[in-house]
C-alpha cells in the first residue's frame, strides 16, 4: 500500500450509539488503499474509547478543542476535509454504514466518467433498529447538475451527505461545505456547488445505509424557526445559481413551491414554541396565512 492513501472517510464523531458500526464498515472496504478520519467535535460521550476499539494504521483520530458544529455541523465537515490526504473523499456521518464495495466500486464509476468530481451511490433508507424504510430513487449513470436539481427539486432524487464520493481538490477549489444554521440544507446545496463544472456519475447499486435514527440533525423538530430561516437561505442560494449558470429559468417557481411545501411539513413536527415563533411572523418564512392555516390543519389531524 502507498504511503498516501487515495481514498479518505471521514466520520465527524459526536454521537456514539451507532459509531462502532459505522467505523467497522469505513475499516472493511473491499479497497484498502484509504485512510479513516475520525474527528470528535467535542462529544460528552466517549468517542475516544469507541475508536481504540480498533487497531488499525489506517484509522486517524482527532479532537477538535470546542464543539464547532453544535449550531452548524458542516463546520466539522469542513474540518474533516482539512485533515484529509486522499485523493478522494467521503464524508460518513456516524451513525450510517457502508457497504464493503462502496469505496471499489465508486473508484469504478471514476474510471468511466473520468472527469467528475462528484461520485455517487445508490442508497437504503432504515430506522434506528436497522429496519429497512425506504430506498432512494435511482439516479441515471451521468447526469449535469441542471438535470439533477431539476429532477431533486421534482422530488425525483433523493440524497443525503454520505453516499458520494468527491474529488477533494476540487471540493476545496470549491470553498468547501457550504455553511448554513445547523446545516440545514448545506448537504444539497453543497454537491450543487462541487458538480457544478462536470456533473455527477452514480452507480445504481445501494451502498450506503442511511439511518434514520431519530438523532439526526435533520429528524430533530428543535430550533425550527431557526432551521426554516436557513432553509430560505439554501433556496435562495440555489436560485442565484440557477440564473448565474443560465438553467432553465423555469426552475424558479419549482424552487419556490418546493420551498414552500417544505415549510408546512417542517411547521407540522416544530415544537409548540418554534411554531408559535413562526405564526407570529408567517411573511418573514414566507409562508403565507394558507401555508399557516394547512400546517395548523395537519397538526390537528395528526392529533386526533
Known sequence: ?????????????????????SLASALSQTYENIEVVVVNDQSPDDVASVVSQFDDPRIR????????????PSKNWN????LARGEWFCLLCDDDVYDARFVEELL????RYPQCDVLRSGVVMTDGEGRELSTYPV????????????????????QTIGEFMLRRSAIVQAGGYVNLPYAWGSDNLSIFHFALQNGIASTPLPLMIFRDSGENISSDCKHMDEKLMAFQEYIRLTKEMVRKE??????????????RRAAVAHMVGASAEDLWRIVRRPKAYHIGIKGVLKALLRRWFLSH
Not at 483520530?61 to 452548524?72: A, L
Request: aromatic share 14%; charged share 35%.
Open 108 to 111: 469504478r464509476v471514476s474510471e
Open 139 to 158: 439516479s441515471p449513470e451521468f447526469e449535469t447538475v441542471e438535470q439533477y436539481l431539476w429532477d431533486f427539486f421534482h422530488s425525483r432524487r433523493r
Open 61 to 72: 483520530y482527532f479532537e477538535n478543542r470546542e464543539n464547532i458544529g453544535k449550531g452548524d
Open 246 to 259: 443560465g438553467f432553465r429559468r423555469d426552475l424558479l417557481p419549482v424552487l419556490d413551491d418546493y420551498y
Open 79 to 82: 474540518e474533516c476535509l482539512r
Open 1 to 21: 500500500m502507498s504511503t498516501r492513501p487515495l481514498v479518505t472517510i471521514a466520520i465527524p464523531a459526536y454521537k456514539v450509539r451507532h459509531l462502532h458500526e
